[in-house]
């Protein structure tokens, strides 16, 4: 299994410019999750979907930033516009929820450095 | 909104010492998770516990759920130099939401 992939894994713009970020899930996972570390606030949850459908996205910081999952295989984090303070590392995971089971899968990341 | 606060926020040591870290919250969580992160990566899951009282282990590691559902700690045993990263707590109160503590940064000088 490749894992969760997410694209790109670096990522320079503009202030201003629109950043759409990619995350494939583990097949078969059912819970999909868009996740921000910095150093200053840490890792922290923006949004997550349970088959295809959002969830809970009261981390996401504000109407700048929207989340899509059209199918089960794919999801994107959108920024319109970017600003610098939304510099930071941007996570995917995946996971199968099944009881006495937690196991979030990581993506390897997409590092967002807005100019 | 919930709090998880993680100690300590880093570490030296050296190779073959033992190593603890702790995650205390505002809040009663169901569930305690212990991740660690190596750099340009995701976190890898080490450690879940479900049970307040709870002591699991996975090889060299051992994690506690608190009595109080509000504290975990990780024990590391033996370090190696493979043991550097930065460690992570995380709580789930309720659904699928999990919380994250700021993280440990470990440092093994060999």
């Known amino acids: 299994d490749a894992g969760v992939i997410q694209s790109p894994r670096h990522e320079v713009t503009e202030m201003g410019q629109e950043v759409t970020l990619r995350c494939k899930p583990i097949?078969?996972?059912?819970?999909l999750f868009w996740y921000r570390q910095t150093m200053m606030r840490g890792l922290e949850l923006l949004i997550y979907?349970?088959?295809?459908?959002?969830?809970?996205d009261s981390g996401m910081p504000e109407d700048r930033f929207s989340a899509k999952m059209p199918n089960a295989s794919f999801s994107t984090l959108k920024i319109q516009p970017s600003e610098p303070r939304d510099s930071a590392v941007y996570f995917c995971?995946?996971?199968?929820?099944?009881?006495?089971?937690?196991?979030?899968?990581f993506g390897p990341g997409t590092r967002l450095t807005v100019l | 909104g919930q709090q998880l606060n993680q100690s300590p926020q880093s570490m030296f040591i050296q190779e073959g010492e033992d190593v603890s870290m702790n995650c205390t919250s505002s809040?009663?969580?169901?569930?305690w998770l212990w991740y660690k992160q190596d750099p340009g990566e995701g976190p890898v899951l080490l450690i879940a516990?479900?049970?307040?009282?709870e002591l699991t282990s996975n090889g060299r590691l051992t994690a506690q759920f608190g009595i109080t559902r509000k504290d975990s700690f990780l024990n590391i045993s033996a370090s190696i130099p493979s043991d550097v990263g930065i460690y992570f707590c995380?709580?789930?109160?309720?659904?699928?939401?999990?919380?994250f503590g700021t993280g440990t940064k470990l440092q093994v000088i060999p």
């Open positions: 097949s078969g996972h059912d819970y």
């Open positions: 979907f349970n088959n295809n459908v959002p969830i809970d």
């Open positions: 995971a995946s996971s199968l929820i099944r009881v006495g089971t937690d196991t979030q899968y």
């Open positions: 995380a709580g789930r109160g309720g659904y699928q939401k999990v919380t």
């Open positions: 809040s009663i969580f169901n569930t």
């Open positions: 516990l479900y049970k307040a009282g």
